[in-house]
């Protein structure tokens, strides 16, 4: 009886194994076929809103937010400055350097000039400044700047990465 009951359980137990989506595929994967990797969501660059904070509060905000990756911080500076420095954090994202872009107050009340730094592993790495008259040049400096500071921070996650 009890073999029976076994039997009987293991026949069932079976059947609902085979059911489930993983065991049907790779029932169904031949041994010599390369199983696709599932899909990971794109990384986000983190927004952090600093302006509100004082200057020593604000660089506790980007220590914070480069703890495990790099962070790049703008101070002051307009508008096309400050979308510059994102886009400089969004590209790193896009190639897999986990980033965040901390918008910190003025601290020269000139609207036209800005001071950039970069932080990884809550150290602050790298720092210059720049004005509207050289915005173009603010994504370029940037993301060569933080991905230098990444490297420098955590070479073991850069070295995974396959940036050819």
Do not use: C
Request: proline content about 5%.
């Amino acid at each position: 009886m009890a073999s029976l009951a076994r039997n009987i359980f293991g026949a069932v137990a079976g059947a609902a194994l085979l059911a489930t989506p993983t065991a049907s595929a790779i029932a169904e994967t031949p041994a010599n076929q390369n199983v696709s990797a599932t899909t990971v969501a794109p990384l986000q660059v983190q927004y952090v809103d600093a302006t509100g904070q004082s200057m020593r509060g604000a660089q506790g905000f980007a220590a914070a937010a480069s703890r495990d990756k790099v962070a790049i911080v703008v101070w002051g500076g307009d508008r096309a400055l400050q979308q510059e420095a994102y886009n400089a954090a969004r590209d790193l994202t896009s190639v897999g350097i986990p980033a965040a872009f901390v918008l910190a107050p003025d601290h020269n009340s000139i609207s036209g000039d800005a001071v950039f730094q970069v932080y990884a592993a809550s150290v602050p790495r790298w720092d210059g400044e720049g004005g509207t008259n050289n915005a173009s040049d603010v994504r370029p400096i940037m993301r060569q700047a933080a991905l230098e500071a990444y490297r420098e921070a955590f070479p073991a996650q850069l070295a995974a990465l396959d940036l050819r």
